[in-house]
């Protein structure tokens, strides 16, 4: 799917407080068929975003180790 330049130019925190708001519009009840369905699909674009900037941000995490020598190294974070 094709996230709008809005949304992927959000960092993690604006997009998920984007889609919190979204949630607390849609259980609110107050809003119309049309507006619910919009709103959804761009809580569903929000929702990728964060997961992508998640997904880039395990990837990038390293955890620190020491090697028999005594030095520390680093190698990828096992996450299952």
Do not use: W, Y
């Given at each position: 799917m094709e996230l709008p330049e809005d949304?992927?130019?959000?960092?993690?925190e604006d997009a998920l407080s984007a889609l919190e708001q979204?949630?607390?519009?849609l259980?609110?009840?107050?809003v119309s068929l049309e507006n619910s369905i919009e709103i959804y699909t761009?809580?569903?674009q929000l929702r990728?975003?964060?997961?992508?900037k998640l997904k880039d941000a395990s990837e990038?995490?390293?955890?620190?180790t020491?090697?028999?020598s005594g030095a520390l190294a680093t190698?990828?974070?096992d996450v299952e």
């Open positions: 949304i992927r130019a959000m960092n993690f979204i949630v607390q519009n259980e609110s009840g107050d761009r809580g569903t990728q975003h964060c997961d992508e990038r995490i390293e955890k620190i020491r090697q028999q190698e990828p974070l």
